[in-house]
């Protein structure tokens, strides 16, 4: 009889001790992935702002190509982007892998089956714009801002924040003009 007194008090404190175990394996597991997804955010982050940077730079030298500010520098940075973006296109294959497709590039290796997601199309376009570098000025300088808008935005959507932390640097701002400021630079500055 005793020993049945003593079995039935020791399981409830066996069950709630099991059970606090449990509680904290899942804790445990919620922490590491909440640290993994951190980490891959981060890194995420780095590679989109190198991407941010090969694109405004190929909308500038696109945009002044014939400019003497350039003469010299724009064989040299456009060689440099065509590198760069050629990486940045693979090392974003880790972060965003090509969508099944069916049969769709089964004679190629695994990682370039299917299709490519959209946001490395935006990077494949400005290589394509860097290395054959269009006649037409005005046509790749558009194009080329629209690949660097059009990534921007799907970047954002992948690392971005959908707020700002604080409210005063999401006010709405004016279009600002070089034109309406230089004049009186003092207008500009934030209060």
Not at 35 to 55: A, H, Q, S, T
Not at 68 to 93: C, H, N, P
Request: charged share 25%; glycine share 6%; net charge neutral.
């Amino acid at each position: 009889m005793l020993a049945i007194q003593i079995l039935v008090s020791t399981v409830p404190v066996l069950v709630g001790a099991g059970g606090f175990y449990l509680a904290f394996l899942k804790w445990q597991s919620d922490q590491e992935d909440r640290r993994v997804k951190e980490l891959r955010r981060e890194e995420v982050f780095v590679w989109v702002n190198e991407c941010i940077d090969c694109l405004r730079s190929l909308i500038i030298l696109t945009e002044q190509r014939d400019s003497a500010l350039f003469e010299g520098v724009i064989d040299v940075k456009r060689r440099d982007l065509i590198i760069r973006t050629s990486t940045l296109i693979e090392r974003g294959r880790l972060f965003f892998p090509n969508n099944e497709a069916g049969s769709w590039g089964l004679q190629k290796s695994g990682a370039y089956r299917g299709f490519r997601p959209v946001i490395l199309d935006q990077l494949v376009m400005a290589h394509q714009l860097a290395l054959i570098w269009p006649e037409s000025r005005k046509k790749s300088t558009t194009l080329a801002a629209i690949c660097a808008e059009n990534f921007v935005t799907l970047a954002q959507k992948e690392v971005g924040r959908s707020q700002s932390i604080s409210a005063e640097p999401a006010h709405d701002g004016d279009s600002v003009y070089l034109s309406k400021f230089i004049n009186c630079p003092e207008n500009f500055r934030i209060q």
